[in-house]
């Protein structure tokens, strides 16, 4: 089934001599949604110098801003920078000139309300570049700014010998973008347009661009080839790589002669292209338009929950079934075949919600034919009105309701529970104190008893996203610390990251807790080789969870239940960006704190630079017993 989704698709133009009549072609006929043009026609020689006679020429630099209307400039035409600008340059009078031209062609461009300005590299060395053009955007420019970069470094080999400046042709293009960027501070504005190219990079360096902020790929028409039928199509490897970027909701610019095609044919395959990506499992239905949406996590034990809440989860159509056979399985293993007909077990099922748990629990007794009798234990008054009155309607005296936290309900001895019962898991596993709460309940569980889940661990593994970085730079709360926008945990849906290394385990958690002295603090120490090059701007954090036996739910990329969304990872954002080469080592510190009355986490670097404690004492982020 296909995804519905319709590409947006761009064509570049080298020279417009006619740009009502273009546009109307490019859209109307070829199906194009916008063009990219030169602001200046390249061939327009611009001096500044009052001695130089080009200086003082006469008539305007380029086309009238009257030839469209501003809706259409702002929504059809993204501009170039005149490819001949060199800022950068070690000729002082090129440079002074580039600039000059560069700064005419970028206040015409805000003149305009152009929506997207592209700016072309050709190596690491546009320092001077990367400063002209983000004080520009700093001073109020509206425009995103699109820096085009080639997938791979190009093959010089291929057309000669590599000369002296053959080192910094072949630097790792990556490099060239993110040299770039963080001269400019990683601004949000500041976007990537990639530019594909006949070598296909490794799997490595595409999961590294997916990780940045890329608004556009460009595809030139001499990658297309023609099938049988006469139209252009890219190669398998070629599809593959833009496969790879569509869940991005990238726009996609077609450059170069039609080669005996028209250009329509280009549009049509590449919408044909975004048709075929599927539409995914239930988590990525269910998530879309939350990628890379910062949420703060929930405190359930402190806050109640709405209803809206409850029922969000309640959809999910894997965590349930899966209590549900766990449930079963204990059912079945407790109660021998003899015994069912007069052996009845107690079931508690504590912070029960609205009640699906109650439900699998009723559901596991009728499949497994055993008997039991089920405690709803629920401290949100809002949510038990809805447990009585399932309860009166449907579940009758097998379900007794009791409005109560956990930690306080003192039950008599012989309502003690075989199976405690329970989801209070947070996206970090313990971060909605689920161990707090179950050492607290586990005074009614029975001798023998067991607790469903049994066992939970975090994991946390090192990321690269300036998209998260700069979401997270932008959640600033005058009323809270200066710097706790960068020590809160933040709950998202990764998209637009790169995994510098597999995550690894940090705490686990046992139920029942049989431990003489019970202590929930945790510290711990990782180490992690990262794999490339790269910038580190935090950590994301998992969980995996046994119910029972080997019966299993996790939200870890590696063992991630499919289907599963009523979890979505952690982040953990750390206050600078970190540069890392490949196999460098990342050493991480983590701790969780707790108190009488809350609990936090704090987090460090040793290595390979040492990066100060970040939320120290639960200044910025803390949660509530």
């Known amino acids: 089934m296909g995804s519905r989704r319709r590409v947006s698709c761009g064509q570049e133009l080298c ?305 349930y079934s899966e209590y549900q056979a766990a449930i079963q399985a204990a059912l079945t293993d407790m109660v021998p075949e003899e015994e069912k007909e007069d052996k009845v077990l107690v079931l508690m099922v504590v912070g029960a919600g609205r009640g699906p748990l109650v439900r699998a629990a009723l559901n596991a007794s009728e499949k497994s034919g055993r008997k039991i009798r089920v405690f709803a234990v629920e401290k949100n008054p809002n949510a038990v009105i809805t447990l009585q009155q399932q309860q009166i309607e449907l579940w009758g005296d097998q379900v007794t309701v009791i409005s109560s936290d956990m930690r306080e309900w003192n039950p008599p001895t012989e309502d003690y529970a075989d199976i405690l019962v329970s989801e209070l898991l947070g996206s970090f596993g313990d971060n909605e104190l689920s161990p707090e709460c179950l050492d607290g309940a586990q005074k009614f569980l029975k001798p023998g008893g067991i607790s469903i889940p049994y066992s939970y661990t975090s994991f946390i593994g090192p990321l690269q996203s300036s998209k998260l970085y700069n979401e997270v730079r932008g959640c600033k709360d005058e009323t809270k610390h200066p710097m706790a926008n960068f020590e809160t945990p933040y709950v998202v849906h990764f998209q637009n990251r790169f995994e510098l290394a597999p995550p690894q385990s940090l705490f686990t958690f046992v139920h029942p807790n049989h431990d003489s002295v019970i202590d929930n603090t945790r510290y711990e120490e990782l180490s992690f080789k990262i794999i490339s090059d790269s910038v580190l701007h935090g950590f994301g954090g998992y969980f995996e969870c046994l119910l029972y036996k080997n019966i299993m739910i996790s939200i870890l990329p590696a063992t991630h239940s499919p289907g599963m969304f009523s979890w979505f990872p952690i982040l953990f954002p750390l206050k600078e960006p970190v540069q890392l080469k490949k196999d460098d080592t990342v050493k991480l510190h983590f701790w969780r704190n707790v108190t009488k009355k809350h609990v936090w986490y704090e987090w460090a670097l040793s290595e390979p630079l040492a990066v100060p404690i970040h939320n120290p004492n639960g200044r910025s982020y803390e949660i509530g017993l």
């Open 15 to 319: 020279h417009v001599p006619e740009l009502q009549n273009i546009i109307t072609s490019s859209s109307a006929e070829s199906g194009f949604d916008f063009i990219t043009i030169p602001i200046v026609n390249p061939r327009y020689e611009r001096e500044f110098h009052p001695e130089k006679l080009a200086s003082k020429r006469q008539g305007p630099v380029t086309r009238s801003d009257l030839l469209l209307a501003s809706s259409d400039w702002s929504s059809l035409v993204v501009g170039r920078i005149s490819p001949t600008i060199d800022v950068d340059s070690k000729v002082p009078h090129i440079r002074a000139n580039s600039e000059a031209r560069l700064a005419e062609e970028l206040r015409y461009a805000s003149h305009l309300g152009m929506p997207a300005v592209m700016v072309q590299l050709h190596g690491v060395n546009h320092t001077n570049l990367a400063r002209i053009v983000s004080n520009h955007i700093t001073k109020g420019a509206s425009f995103q700014v699109w820096v085009q970069v080639p997938v791979t470094p190009p093959d010089t080999a291929k057309y000669e010998e590599g000369g002296e400046d053959a080192e910094e042709d072949t630097t790792d293009t990556w490099d060239w973008w993110n040299r770039f960027r963080l001269v400019a501070n990683s601004n949000s504005k500041i976007n990537l347009c990639l530019s594909i190219v006949e070598n296909i990079p490794t799997e490595n360096q595409v999961l590294r661009w997916v990780g940045e902020p890329m608004k556009t790929v460009s595809i030139p028409t001499s990658m297309f080839l023609t099938n049988k039928k006469g139209y252009p199509v890219l190669g398998r490897q070629h599809q593959a790589l833009i496969r790879r970027f569509i869940h991005l909701d990238i726009q996609v610019i077609v450059r170069g002669p039609p080669r005996s095609h028209h250009m329509k044919f280009y549009q049509q395959y590449l919408d044909h292209l975004y048709q075929q990506v599927p539409v995914g499992d239930p988590l990525q239905q269910f998530a879309r338009g939350y990628e890379d949406y910062l949420q703060c996590p929930l405190q359930p034990l402190m806050d109640n929950l709405e209803s809206q809440t409850y029922e969000v989860f309640e959809k999910d159509p894997v965590k």
